[in-house]
């Protein structure tokens, strides 16, 4: 149905992108009483919540591949068309996939079409181009962000919602654009990068360019003069919003 770049840069999302608790038990609570979840764009399986039946929708066969064994059952597929009928779910939740879907108003209309409650993490464009990595290193991820379907198309589409801010720990787990914010060094390896889509999705060669910047700077003390403030935070607002939903009847 579409390029979708997983296909490509999948391989080893497990190893980098683990589930982040703290971020777990924020989706956890947004589900509510849900007993039936589908998770959409379920990647390898984060954050999908113990305790509740979940139904896994991915297109990637090399994400499907790097589910665990006892990962809930996976249907290969895409958000735009989802293989059930009207309200199978009580809860429907898309974690960090939506911008990367083709067609979002299909998609969410589906997610509203399956479901009687949503779940949706993105993240708010103005705030992330605050991040220190963007707005010092790398301008040229704002500029790509512009073109990416973000807080204000998911709630343009899904209506009136809840929207939580999901602040980024020091040590979070999940290696998404933000989530290295107080160990700079680790945007210096190539691996972690690659795990990262808005970084992967960019020409190198400027990315690159802003590596070896942020190199020098780590060298020199330079990055660390400049953020000394965010050395003793353990938590940072880089724009992560959980946006949730209830379908009207
Ligand atoms: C950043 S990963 C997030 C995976 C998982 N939700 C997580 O939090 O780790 C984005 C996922 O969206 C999937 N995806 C891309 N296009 C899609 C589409 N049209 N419908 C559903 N999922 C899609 C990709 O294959 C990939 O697994």
Redesign the pocket.
Known sequence: ??A?P??RI?LG?ADH?R?DPRIAGLIDHALGSARTVV??????G??EPYGRQVTA????SV?IAQRPRGAAPVVQ????CLPFPDRSFDAAM????VH???DVAA?LAELRRVSARQVV?TWDPVVTARFWLVAEYLPEIAAADARLAALDVVLHHLGPASVVAVPVPADCT?G?LGAYWRRPHRYLDPRVRAAI?ALAALEQEPVERAVRRLAADLATGGWHERHRDLLGADTLDLGYRLVTTTSRD
Request: glycine content about 14%.
């Open positions: 149905m579409n979708n997983y296909q999948g999302y992108r589930p998770n959409v764009g379920a990647g390898t984060s954050y929708v991915e297109p990637s994400m597929g895409y958000a735009e898309a974690i960090l996939t990367h879907w083709t998609g993490l999940d998404f889509s």
